[in-house]
């Protein structure tokens, strides 16, 4: 074997060896789309966070009792169209609740203080009227 063949085997094995480990870190395509539905999720309930802080501000700061007054694509999931869950937990305090496909926490460590990390299936989100939303990250 020559000294080109070896490391053309070398660097193939390199190659695949990146490729796996890619997969096991990022998960496959499917894995990917999982978890950027589950973003474009967290991206509505943003704007829908923010549109109830403002009913709160120019409503003399009373929380609006369920979320009818809003438009549907921001108080349906973008992705099984089922409503968002929404509570209110005190004066100011309220919670909104979706269903995600994926666990966000397993990749938290790219940023730790991510408000939006979440686990698999239903999850509530507390926010207060009074303070701002919460960034959202552009990727888990």
């Known amino acids: 074997?020559?000294?080109?063949?070896?490391?053309?085997?070398?660097?193939?094995?390199?190659?695949?060896?990146?490729?796996?480990?890619?997969?096991r870190v990022l998960g496959g395509p499917a894995t990917q789309r999982l978890v950027r539905s589950d973003l474009r999720t967290i991206r509505t309930l943003t704007e829908l966070a923010q549109?109830?802080?403002?009913?709160?501000?120019?409503?003399?700061?009373?929380?609006?009792?369920?979320?009818?007054?809003?438009p549907n694509s921001?108080?349906?999931?973008p992705i099984s169209a089922k409503s968002f869950g929404y509570r209110i937990k005190s004066d100011t305090g309220y919670e909104l609740c979706a269903t995600f496909a994926t666990d966000s926490r397993d990749m938290q460590a790219t940023n730790p203080n991510d408000r939006w990390t979440?686990?698999?299936?239903?999850?509530?989100?507390?926010?207060?009227?009074?303070?701002?939303?919460?960034?959202?990250?552009?990727?888990?």
Request: charged share 15%; net charge negative; proline share 6%.
């Open 51 to 70: 549109q109830i802080n403002q009913w709160w501000l120019s409503s003399g700061k009373v929380l609006p009792s369920n979320l009818e007054k809003f």
């Open 74 to 77: 921001l108080t349906l999931d």
């Open 118 to 140: 979440h686990p698999k299936g239903d999850y509530c989100f507390e926010f207060e009227a009074s303070q701002q939303v919460p960034f959202v990250p552009y990727e888990y």
């Open 1 to 23: 074997m020559t000294r080109n063949t070896g490391a053309a085997i070398a660097a193939t094995i390199v190659v695949v060896v990146v490729v796996v480990l890619g997969f």
